[in-house]
Nanobody, 122 residues
């Protein structure tokens, strides 16, 4: 069982940056792939970025590639999402998720954080 807690959300103006953190406890974090998703009001969950258990491989959704960077520090049991050049359409609740195999869809992940709100104003 892995418990995930996101932090780092907030309000920022368009063009600004935020770094989200996802701290894990209760399990072997280094064995899990991690991904970031978001959900805007009235919309489905959207995959943003994923990283393998070692951090060696990363993949991104086209909507955020080049602006967002996923990383992890297994010694700190923490994953990160650096978000640059933020746009109003990035406004959403952001979630980290973890699982042994990983992927880019919600059903591939058994462990989820509670989410952190990101609001980007124009």
């Amino acid at each position: 069982q892995v418990h995930l807690v996101e932090s780092g959300g907030g309000s920022v103006q368009a063009g600004g940056s935020l770094r989200l953190s996802c701290e894990a406890s209760g399990g072997r974090f280094k064995d899990f792939a991690v991904a970031w998703f978001r959900q805007a009001p009235g919309k489905e969950y959207e995959f943003l970025a994923g990283v393998t258990f070692s951090g060696a491989n990363r993949h991104y959704a086209s909507s955020v590639r080049g602006r967002f960077t996923i990383s992890r520090d297994n010694d700190k049991n923490t994953a990160y999402l650096q978000m640059n050049s933020l746009k109003p359409k990035d406004t959403a609740v952001y979630y980290c998720a973890a699982d042994y195999t990983g992927g880019d869809t919600v059903r591939m992940f058994d462990y989820w954080g509670q989410g952190t709100q990101v609001t980007v104003s124009s």
